[in-house]
């Protein structure tokens, strides 16, 4: 008797899947697998919590890249004690598996190599010495966010709609990519931008991810000002 499909085996093969490919965003027939509604369950799982995004590619077909909660999210998925393959799996998911442990265990290595290098040790007085502070408060934050804003449409005439990737690549590690997507959603909450969908032309996967996807809403990729600088 086949072995159920559980929710854990769907998500985890989908992820895998879709980060194997070489190419994204992919629609969804390149990476779902068929012949059960477990995975398209386990898809729409995965958009809702914001560990895929999703865009349209035209009329009539979206495509799909992972995030990096995502990532994380394949990364527990494999570590489950749980997850077990439930039929022999084919050379693209196995060389895809195999090519994640490797890749991450270099980055594990790399980690390694570089806290052994550049070991250093907080001044007495317990202040950074950051040249760029991180931004520790929603106050902060919307004044950076509105500023870099300001900066990118006006050098770049984006005709105030600002690619959202751009702003938080502009403002960089600064902020958490999670206090960013919070913090943006309540500058909009409060009325001071508007977050909007639409299309992003010849978008990359690095731009997705950079984009804020919103749980059962889509993916929104510009900021538009709306009260004046």
Not at 190 to 201: I, S
Request: charged share 25%; proline share 5%.
């Amino acid at each position: 008797m086949a072995r159920k499909v559980t929710p854990l085996y769907a998500q985890t093969i989908t992820l895998l899947k879709l980060w194997s490919l070489e190419e994204t965003p992919a629609s969804k027939s390149n990476f779902v697998p068929s012949g059960t509604n477990a995975y398209s369950r386990a898809l729409h799982q995965l958009l809702e919590a914001g560990f895929l995004v999703q865009t349209p590619k035209n009329k009539k077909t979206n495509v799909y890249a992972i995030t990096e909660s995502g990532q994380q999210k394949l990364s527990a998925g494999l570590e489950n004690d749980d997850f077990a393959f439930s039929a022999i799996a084919g050379p693209k998911v196995t060389n895809a598996l195999l090519r994640w442990f490797r890749q991450h265990q270099l980055a594990v290595q790399g980690v390694d190599r570089n806290l052994d290098q550049h070991v250093t040790v907080a001044p007495d007085n317990g202040k950074c010495n950051s040249a760029t502070p991180a931004i520790g408060s929603y106050e902060e934050f919307t004044k950076t966010a509105l500023k870099t804003y300001d900066q990118l449409n006006r050098d770049y005439n984006l005709d105030d709609l600002v690619p959202i990737y751009r702003i938080r690549r502009e403002i960089g590690d600064r902020v958490s990519r999670r206090d960013f997507n919070e913090w943006l959603l309540e500058v909009q909450a409060n009325d001071l931008v508007q977050l909007t969908g639409g299309e992003l032309p010849n978008v990359t996967a690095d731009q997705l991810e950079d984009s804020v996807a919103i749980p059962g809403g889509g993916t929104r990729f510009y900021v538009k000002r709306l009260q004046p600088a």
